[in-house]
């Protein structure tokens, strides 16, 4: 380990659909957030880990800061409210836009109480012109005294190298918390669930909304086999999502199994025999038993 060596947790933030996942993703180089163009894809704090001679990132990406509507929106509140305690950095993404909502102001009120280093990160550069990026600068720079912005395209591979130089500069210097070769604090078994959810988030669009969960109850590689049995349920609220979910003969369903399978099998570097399974439990995201089934234990956080 070098001299001067840093380390410290980094806490992603800002409104749903913003590119916070996508963004920690493209920083550590590897897919372990979820993403999709739709509000609560991400529901949990995912912690990732970026490691270098220099220094060691831990990456929080958080949910979408939003009103709660149910005991999943309170679990969700929750972690956004702990990632925010005990970190060296918030990085702060919105979009280019230079007429600042209400949502945005609520965010900007907590940030200023958060005794952090604070980075905006003005996301989708690239939709937008540098006349029009001056102008959302100054708007956010009135209203709150960041420590450093950096324009960003996370979808565009833009800045990236400049983020992570300006991250590093406000770590503070420490060892490493984790191994240098371990790369997020999730199991195996939590990301291919994620998986699994993001792809069906994908291909139903619009017809199923939020109410969707997905449990890994198998994860087993075969003896003297390179090929690993995964089976999931997918949990829907209602019977109506059901057989939207499954599809005509099975159709649907068996386009997630194939979507998922691919990321899965690049997850585990094994063959992978998927089964998905399709079940309703009415009204889980305020049952606290099936919340904690699922993996959202406030306790936990």
């Known amino acids: 380990m070098q001299d001067n060596y840093?380390?410290?947790?980094?806490?992603?933030?800002?409104?749903?659909?913003?590119?916070k996942s996508t963004l920690m993703n493209l920083l550590v180089g590897e897919k372990?957030?979820?993403?999709?163009?739709r509000p609560q894809t991400t529901r949990n704090n995912i912690h990732t880990i970026l490691t270098n001679e220099y220094r060691q990132i831990v990456f929080v990406d958080t949910p979408g800061m939003h009103k709660s509507t149910s005991k999943l929106g309170d679990y969700m509140s929750k972690s956004i409210e702990v990632s925010l305690k005990d970190i060296d950095v918030v990085i702060y993404v919105v979009e280019p836009y230079s007429n600042i909502n209400d949502s945005d102001l609520e965010i900007i009120e907590r940030l200023s109480k958060v005794d952090a280093k604070k980075i905006l990160v003005i996301n989708k550069i690239d939709t937008i012109s540098k006349d029009k990026l001056l102008e959302v600068i100054s708007a956010y720079s009135g209203k709150l005294d960041f420590d450093d912005i950096v324009p960003v395209s996370a979808l565009k591979n833009k800045n990236k190298?400049?983020?992570l130089k300006v991250i590093e500069k406000h770590l503070p210097e420490g060892p490493a918390f984790y191994p240098e070769d371990m790369i997020t604090d999730r199991t195996e078994r939590q990301i291919a669930s994620e998986i699994i959810r993001e792809k069906a988030l994908y291909l139903l669009r619009d017809e199923i909304p939020h109410g969707i969960a997905v449990e890994i109850t198998k994860m087993k590689q075969r003896e003297n086999s390179d090929l690993t049995d995964v089976e999931a349920v997918i949990y829907t609220e209602k019977d109506s999502h059901k057989?939207?979910?499954i599809g005509k003969g099975g159709n649907m369903l068996k386009k997630i199994g194939s979507m998922s399978r691919y990321d899965i099998e690049r997850l585990l570097d094994s063959r992978v025999n998927l089964k998905l399974w399709v079940?309703?439990?009415?009204?889980?995201?305020?049952?606290?038993s099936l919340l904690k089934s699922f993996g959202y234990d406030k306790k936990e956080l």
């Not at 009415?282 to 606290?288: C, H």
């Open 6 to 19: 840093r380390s410290g947790f980094v806490s992603i933030v800002g409104r749903p659909n913003v590119g």
């Open 161 to 163: 190298e400049e983020l």
């Open 32 to 37: 372990l957030s979820i993403t999709a163009a």
């Open 243 to 245: 057989g939207i979910i």
């Open 279 to 288: 079940k309703v439990k009415k009204d889980w995201r305020d049952n606290d």
